[in-house]
């Protein structure tokens, strides 16, 4: 049984930087990574990985800001955010699921993921 549990969270200025964690337990998926979700708002893609190759796709609002990584040792993933916005307040959720995992990033790509932690919340200040 796979356990994502986050950590990370909070608030933080305009310009600048947190770092989520995701822990994971029992079986990982080839895809792991990060959805977010504002109030009056649908989930939507982030980042996600492909865990065996360890490539990277980003959403383009966050693209240049927002970097996703793994600790294969800790079965952690990471999900570094600079530059952060105001629009970037929201629930994130780390996510696991299979392959393709650029799917995520599509509308309605939430679809796709098999597990879901808990969310962690980020809240961005002007």
């Known amino acids: 049984q796979v356990q994502l549990v986050e950590s990370g969270g909070g608030s933080v200025q305009a310009g600048g930087s947190l770092r989520l964690s995701c822990a994971a337990s029992?079986?990982?998926?080839?895809?792991m990574g990060w959805f977010r979700q504002a109030p009056g708002k649908e989930r939507e893609g982030v980042a996600v990985?492909?865990?065996?190759?360890?490539?990277?796709s980003y959403a383009d609002s966050v693209k240049g800001r927002f970097t996703l990584s793994q600790d294969n040792a800790k079965n952690t993933v990471y999900l570094q955010m600079n530059s952060l916005k105001p629009e970037d307040t929201a629930m994130y959720y780390c996510?696991?699921?299979?392959?393709?995992?650029?799917?995520?990033?599509?509308?309605?790509?939430?679809?796709?993921?098999?597990?879901w932690g808990q969310g962690t919340q980020v809240t961005v200040s002007s």
């Open positions: 029992g079986y990982t998926y080839s895809c």
């Open positions: 990985l492909y865990t065996a190759a360890g490539s990277t």
């Open positions: 996510a696991a699921g299979a392959w393709p995992c650029g799917r995520w990033l599509i509308p309605g790509g939430g679809s796709s993921v098999r597990h």
